[in-house]
């Protein structure tokens, strides 16, 4: 049993990182031990704990488990969990409830968590008192091992926590179950060593490890191969890329490299604007199948806030760098985090944010009320604001933001722009669905031929979160 510990996990060293390529592998036996079962994983959270959930159904079908649509179809319940606010903890443990009623009624079920929240502390203790229905409990370090996690659990019939609290490695591959034919992550590096106050990210993530560039262009090269139309490069600080590794070879490299690749579309989340570098904003600018879309996380629009924050810029140098980025990048596309209600924000704080949002104008924005997480300095700060004057500032930005977004819709109306069409609309199903090169979502009356395809859709109605249009032509 591997329990874990957060002044561990806040350690960083010179320790080098090893990058493994042999150490995931299913034994024989265990290729055979899902046979005509079914396994259920409900993921939580980033992009990044989306492509750790792609390599979860991968690694399930690596040992004959069968992927069903539903808790009560299954045999393996696995919850991939976010720990960045409270609200994903809560969710996480209003399923748990229903996990520990189905496994009522029926005993054989074996249930888990992994992901971000298993890396907590205080998360696995009380895993341990209170949720003794669950069978195993993994972390972010070791996805690789489920295989003997799961049959360990199985054999002893005792509940498992293997989760470590350290820097980390590379584990190279990991068989992925990609969820789209059309687009597909790629992780460029792992966790993160900016340790802002409010986040628990670098406990759970561990230290910041670049993968090798020459295994991010062979994953990216095979991805076009297979037919795939976009990557989205994934990190926790993706501008911070190759700041670890001995070579100089930067993100500005690794985006020229994969730009070069010749896939379609690439993409990048998520920046942090203090390694957001001109030769970055240069490259981005110079090729046409990098997208002109940034998320650039504020945060705080007052520079004091974002001190306490440990964000490292200040309100200045953000603007400084969004209005050069929005210079030298035509027709740019801008979205953003912004967290109210930090310890200690006054009212003229919270005005300087909205400050920021009016001259920007985002084309929309992440918004949410300060969450304090165990462990993290912002937790122990003194917090004497209202939760109520929280939640009235949360819905005076909402509104705001809301109206910017909006307004950026509507300078596409009637306008053609290149939409890679992806899927069936949720809003009807008789119309296709896709995303422009500015990551606006756009519901298209299109034939299915169309699917998987960029092709030229003109606007013709817009809305505050989405677009409707129709086909002009295949580019």
Known sequence: MQIPNLTEAKKRSNQEIFIKTDEYIVKEDLKKLGIGKHYFVKTYGCQMNEHDGENIKAILEDMSFTECETMEEADVILLNTCAIRENAHNKVFGYLGRVKHLKESKPNVIAGICGCMAQEEVVVEEIMKKHKYLDFVFGTHNIHELPMILNHTIETKSQQIQVYSKEGDIIENIPVKRTSQYKAWVNIMYGCDKFCTYCIVPYTRGKQR??????????????????????????????????????????????????????????????????????????????????????????????????????????????????????????????????????????ADFEETLEVVNELKYDSAFTFIFSPRVGTPAAKMEDDTPLSIKEERLQILNNLVNQHALEANQKYLNKVVPVLLEGISEKNDQLLMGYTDTMKLVNVKADAKWLGKIVNVKITDVKTWSMDGEVVEEI
């Open 210 to 347: 670049s993968r090798r560039h020459e295994d991010i262009i062979a994953e990216v090269n095979e991805l076009k191969k297979e037919g795939y139309q976009e990557v989205t490069l994934l990190g926790q600080n993706v501008n911070a890329y190759g700041k670890d590794l001995s070579e100089d070879y930067r993100m500005e490299h690794l985006l020229t490299d994969v730009a070069n690749t010749g896939i379609a579309r690439v993409r990048f989340v998520t920046s942090h604007p203090w390694d957001f570098t001109d030769e970055m904003i240069d490259v981005i600018a110079a090729y046409d199948n990098i997208m002109p879309y940034i998320h650039l996380p504020l945060q705080s629009g007052s520079s004091r806030i974002l001190k306490l924050m440990g964000r490292r810029y200040t309100k200045e140098s953000y603007l400084e760098l969004a209005h050069k980025i929005k210079e030298r990048i035509p027709n740019c596309a801008f979205t953003t985090d912004i967290i109210v209600g930090f310890p200690g924000e006054t009212e």
